[in-house]
């Protein structure tokens, strides 16, 4: 059994920042990736960013977020990280922690296992 849990969401103008946590339980073999999406009214889920088991194995970013958005994890604590920066209000959603066995990378949500309950992130003007 495998539990995300996300927190860090809030409200931030334009321009501020904001980090994003997401806490795994259970196995790490089933947290080999840990990736983050997000979905906005109306709009279908979009891939965020992912890591693989270390950063050094590779970090992955939409381009909507490159430059401005960090992912890391901290494997001792079994969490990951995404850090915020430079938010634009088109960054509004709900934001996800998701997992999955692989450590291969995959910006496809179908690929992920688990899922968490998701945080919402609003960016005013």
């Known amino acids: 059994q495998v539990q995300l849990v996300e927190s860090g969401g809030g409200l931030v103008q334009a321009g501020g920042s904001l980090r994003l946590s997401c806490a795994a339980s259970g196995s790490t073999f089933s947290t080999q990736t840990l990736a983050w999406f997000r979905q906005a009214p109306g709009k279908e889920r979009e891939f965020v960013a992912a890591v693989s088991w270390s950063v050094s194995r590779g970090t992955y970013y939409a381009d909507s977020v490159k430059g401005r958005f960090t992912i890391s994890r901290d494997n001792a604590k079994n969490t990951v990280y995404l850090q915020m920066n430079s938010l634009k209000v088109e960054d509004t959603a709900v934001y996800s922690c998701?997992?999955?066995?692989?450590?291969?990378?995959?910006?496809?949500?179908?690929?992920?296992?688990?899922w968490g309950q998701g945080t919402q992130v609003t960016v005013s003007s």
């Open positions: 998701a997992a999955r066995g692989s450590r291969a990378y995959s910006d496809s949500p179908g690929s992920y296992d688990y």
